[in-house]
C-alpha cells in the first residue's frame, strides 16, 4: 500500500508521473499553454520543489492532492510558496492563491497592486472624497512598530486609474473569526501577515474591470468567497482530465484510482471574503 512507501519513494512517483509526455499535455491544457512552453517545466519543478520542501505534502490524502495540483495548474499559479501552495487542512491538500499569485493575475490585465500591513506605531492617514489617497508612514527603522491596527491594498490600472481598500483590525478579525481559525492548519494561524495583505488584495479584485480575465484567473481571485464558490467548483471541475491521470500516481488498487478520478477540484478554503 502507499502509505508503506517512503517519502523518497513517493516523490520519485510523483515526480515519474508529472514528467510523462501525457501529464506534459494535460498541465500544459489546463494552463492554456503549448506542451512546449518553459511554464510547463516551471510548473513540474515548482511542485518538485515544494515536495522537497514540505514532504509531508506526500501524507496528505492523495485525491485532494492531485485536485490540488490540477487547481494549481488551472488557475495558471505556480506552487511554489509564493504564487500559492500546497497547504493541509484536516488531512486534505488544498491549493491557496498567495498575494503575489494574485499580483501576477493583476499584472496579467495591466493592473499593478500593492499590499501593507498598518501598525499601531505608523502614520496611516486616509483620505476619502474628490482628493482620495493614502498616506502611509512606517515607524522609523529600529523602533517598534507596536500592533496590527489594520491593513490597505492599492490598485492601479493600465490607465493610470486607482482602486483603494482599506480594512481596520476589527475588520480583519470578522474575517478571520469566520474562518476555520481553531484547526492548528487554519491559514490565519500558521500566515498571519500573509492573510492580512491578502484580505484587502481579493476585496480589490470586486472592483477592477478585467472583462478578459480567463476561468482560471477568475477561479483563483474568488477563491474562499462564498458567493462565488458554486461557480468555481462547476468551472474548474468541468475538466477532470488531469485528476484522471494522476490516478495512476495515487492508485495503489483499482478502488483508489476510481476516488481518484471522480475526486472534484479542491476548492475549499478558509477565506470568508
Not at 130 to 135: E, F, Q, V, Y
Not at 146 to 171: F, H, L, N, P
Not at 214 to 231: I, K, N, Q
Amino acid at each position: 500500500m502507499t502509505n508503506q512507501l517512503t517519502t523518497k519513494d513517493q516523490g520519485k512517483k510523483l515526480a515519474d508521473t508529472i514528467n510523462t509526455p501525457e501529464m506534459t499535455s494535460q498541465l500544459a491544457q489546463s494552463m492554456g499553454v503549448p506542451n512546449d512552453s518553459p511554464v510547463v517545466g516551471r510548473f513540474k519543478r515548482a511542485l518538485l520543489d515544494a515536495v522537497q520542501r514540505s514532504p509531508s505534502i506526500l501524507g496528505l490524502d492523495r485525491a485532494s492532492l492531485f485536485s490540488s495540483i490540477k487547481t494549481a495548474a488551472y488557475m495558471g499559479l505556480m506552487p511554489d510558496g509564493r504564487e500559492g501552495a500546497i497547504v493541509p487542512q484536516k488531512g486534505k491538500a488544498t491549493f491557496q492563491p498567495m498575494v503575489f499569485g494574485l499580483r501576477k493575475i493583476a499584472a496579467n490585465h495591466g493592473v499593478g497592486i500593492e499590499s501593507h500591513i498598518v501598525y499601531a506605531n505608523d502614520k496611516f492617514v486616509h483620505h476619502l472624497g474628490d482628493d482620495a489617497r493614502i498616506i502611509h508612514e512606517p515607524a522609523p527603522l529600529g523602533v517598534d512598530r507596536g500592533k496590527v491596527i489594520g491593513a490597505y491594498a492599492i490598485a492601479t490600472d493600465k490607465d493610470g486609474r486607482k482602486y483603494r481598500e482599506v480594512m481596520s483590525i476589527k475588520d480583519l478579525d470578522r474575517i478571520k473569526g469566520l474562518s476555520k481559525t481553531s484547526r492548528e492548519d487554519s491559514p490565519w494561524n500558521l500566515h498571519t501577515d500573509e492573510m492580512h495583505r491578502k484580505t484587502p488584495v481579493k476585496r480589490l479584485f470586486k472592483f477592477i474591470p478585467m472583462p478578459d480575465m480567463t476561468e482560471g484567473e477568475y477561479a483563483a481571485v474568488t477563491h474562499g468567497d462564498d458567493e462565488y464558490r458554486g461557480s468555481d467548483q462547476r468551472r474548474i471541475a468541468s475538466d477532470d482530465s488531469l485528476a484522471g491521470s494522476l490516478a495512476a500516481l495515487a492508485a495503489e488498487t483499482p478502488e483508489e484510482a476510481d476516488m481518484v478520478e471522480d475526486a472534484p477540484v479542491s476548492v475549499d478554503s478558509d477565506e470568508p471574503f
